[in-house]
């Protein structure tokens, strides 16, 4: 099966595109990636996602950077700015 694996960084995103064997779960992805995830939150399509989760047909399985900001407090600084 074709999937895809995204890596977002803060110059912008890195992908690369697998053919799984069926049955290939979100870990499978991940490492045959090639990309660090250990220490990364990771997600299909936008929702977090268990490692042993398992990949249908044109999956986009995404790790997640860390927040720089929350984005309520971010929020809060650019009303203060604007004031």
Same mark, same amino acid.
């Given at each position: 099966?074709?999937?895809?694996?995204?890596?977002?960084?803060?110059?912008?995103?890195?992908?690369?595109?697998?053919?799984?064997?069926?049955?290939?779960?979100?870990?499978?992805?991940?490492?045959?990636?090639?990309?660090?995830?250990?220490?990364?939150?990771?997600?299909?399509?936008? %929702?977090?996602?268990?490692?042993?989760?398992?990949?249908?047909?044109?999956? %986009?399985?995404?790790?997640?950077?860390?927040?720089?900001?929350?984005?309520?407090?971010? %929020?809060?600084?650019?009303?203060? %700015?604007?004031?």
């Amino acid at each position: 099966m074709k999937i895809e694996v995204v890596y977002a960084l803060p110059q912008g995103a890195r992908g690369v595109s697998l053919d799984l064997p069926a049955g290939a779960t979100l870990r499978d992805a991940l490492e045959a990636s090639g990309f660090e995830f250990e220490k990364h939150p990771v997600g299909i399509f936008g %929702r977090r996602a268990a490692l042993d989760h398992p990949l249908a047909e044109g999956d %986009r399985v995404e790790i997640y950077r860390p927040l720089a900001v929350d984005p309520k407090e971010a %929020r809060r600084r650019r009303a203060v %700015r604007k004031r």
